[in-house]
């Protein structure tokens, strides 16, 4: 089975020589990624989709006080993996954060069409732009923290008056903001996406926080990520398979409900898919026969392996659906890995504010 030649394969992610790779099981098992022992902190998180993100707060230490999310087949997720999350299913801007005041944390990822080139980069006036009412959220619930992702779109030229005004907001409400580009890739996630993520912190708490740095291991390949489940079936090929997918993946799309579907994304990024032996036009209903020949579709489950779930976080909806919510998540080590500096920022002010009280 020959790779497509019609396509130029990306640079190596492999590690040099006497660089071992993160193992990938320690990627994809819960017992790996268990969460921080530290005192937890209480957090509200939006636009909650699949809970990517909330899985790594959890994994953190942070515990939802409440996650609100729009669509039903993405809070039918969280139900059926968190039975005891305080899951509210509604549209943000009729959501009142009074309640909440004073959680220690406030999440989320709002909607990414308004930044994207594939949603035109409307931004302001775009009708799925949710800052505003992040903003709102905010000053209603006045959280010591915020976290906010979106994609890379948003650090374009074109929006720099709008980021300004977004810090000047939060300013005004006393939180430092800082933003950051974030790869995936280098947070053990065998996909590349690169993410923008908004910390902002009170005043008090901003000198304590510093971003997380890289880890200094690779992510696995797509082919290591893969490979058993494309074996499930009793495929033959399956570890020629995996040796010809030796690269890592590029960005999954997700799209929305005006734009996108099945498929892993526009014809740019099935060309790179395809540099891996993985057929992107659409996606499968389960792993390749034994007889197979050609260029094999993901699964559902093989995505949400791809952007760092655990296998056995359930992913519910019909194909389109399901893979939806996948494509549109922060992969769940990524948020945990920034997660992880705001507590501890949130955890050295208190700690300070205790010697002083012992004195």
Known sequence: MPKASTAKKPASKRPAKGQ???????LFSVSKLQPT??????????CAGAGGQALGLELAGFDNSALIELEPAA???LRANRPDWNVIEGDLRSFSGRQYKGVDLLAGGVPCPPFSKAGKQLGHDDERNLFPEAIRLVDEIRPRAVMLENVRGLLDPVFESYRVKIESDLRKLGYKADWRIVNACEFGVPQLRPRIVLVALRNKFASSFSWPVPLKNKPPTVGECLADLMAERGWRLAMRWKAWASDIAPTLVGGSKKHGGPDLGPTRAK???????????GLAD???DPDFVGFPRLTTRMTARLQGFPDDWHI???KTAAYRQVGNA???????AVALQIHLALSERKQAR???AAA
């Open 286 to 288: 389960h792993a390749p």
């Open 271 to 281: 060309r790179a898919w395809a540099t891996l032996c993985v057929d992107g036009m």
């Open 75 to 77: 809070c039918a997720t």
């Open 316 to 318: 519910t909806g019909r």
């Open 20 to 26: 071992s790779r993160q193992n990938v099981h320690d």
């Open 354 to 356: 205790k010697r002083v």
């Open 37 to 46: 022992s530290v005192p937890s902190f209480s957090c509200v998180e939006i």
């Open 330 to 336: 922060f992969p769940p080590p990524v948020a945990r």
